[in-house]
């Protein structure tokens, strides 16, 4: 099998369709979403539909469960929490249930998908460094976790009692080893890196691919300012933090 996994879309629809129009060129047999559809960009209903229409794997994300009221904003910072009340405004009933009713983990058969963590996937921890990694090694029930929330694909591998890290943008998969794969974000990147991003994992072949596809940024940028959004969510997007 031939999954794409991507996550943390964040309604930035001309990111999303880039992300798509490459993911159907890799002809995939699955995809997976990670979670984080909506938040900080314009298009909500249009990058919900997209999801619906392409796959029934999709978790729920912290802006998902905050956009549909399910979850206290207090620890968001306030240009999130301001993202997730614009959000919360404009869905309607069907979109809100939609989000709602999202499951916090994913199970395929022989990976695993949380937006941010399995340590207390409801909290929606940051796995940043190795000792964040470490706790979900210990809790993983296969070999592979997929996770998004920090926007920045990178691969963590445990061999034995080791740990290492790598950011490289094609892993092959070791019998012996479990893996913690960030698909980093569709609509949002954080790593210095404008581009999109996605996984293709290929369970035959026994590879993991981290995938970059340039967009339309100026054209995200333009619809997040007429929305009335906060300016610097715009021009994140084009130097990738």
Not at 25 to 44: K, M, Q, T, W
Not at 49 to 68: F, M, P, R, W
């Amino acid at each position: 099998m031939r999954y794409g996994i991507f996550a943390d879309i964040h309604s930035n629809l001309e990111a999303y369709e880039a992300v798509l129009e490459a993911m159907r060129a890799e002809r995939l047999d699955s995809y997976v979403c990670a979670g984080d559809i909506v938040g900080y960009g314009a298009d909500i209903s249009r990058c919900i539909e997209l999801t619906k229409a392409i796959t029934g794997n999709v978790i729920c994300g912290n802006h998902d469960q905050a956009s549909a009221g399910r979850l206290d904003t207090r620890y968001f910072n306030p240009g999130a929490r301001g993202a997730v009340s614009w959000t919360a405004k404009r869905l309607n009933e069907a979109e809100r249930q939609y989000l709602s009713d999202l499951k916090l983990t994913y199970d395929g058969a022989d990976f695993t998908v949380v937006h941010g963590s399995l340590d207390e996937p409801d909290k929606y921890h940051y796995i940043l460094d190795v000792n964040a990694a470490l706790r979900n090694f210990q809790m993983m029930r296969k070999k592979l976790l997929f996770i998004g929330h920090t926007h920045r694909p990178i691969v963590y591998k445990r061999k034995g009692e080791d740990v290492s890290v790598t950011t490289d943008r094609e892993v092959r998969l070791e019998k012996d080893s479990s893996y913690i794969v960030n698909a980093g974000s569709v609509g949002q990147p954080r790593d210095g890196d404008p581009r999109a991003a996605y996984v293709v994992y290929d369970n035959r072949e026994n590879v993991i691919q981290i995938k970059r596809v340039s967009y339309d940024v100026k054209k995200a940028q333009e619809k997040i300012l007429v929305a009335g959004l906060p300016p610097h969510m715009a021009e994140r997007l084009g130097y990738g933090q």
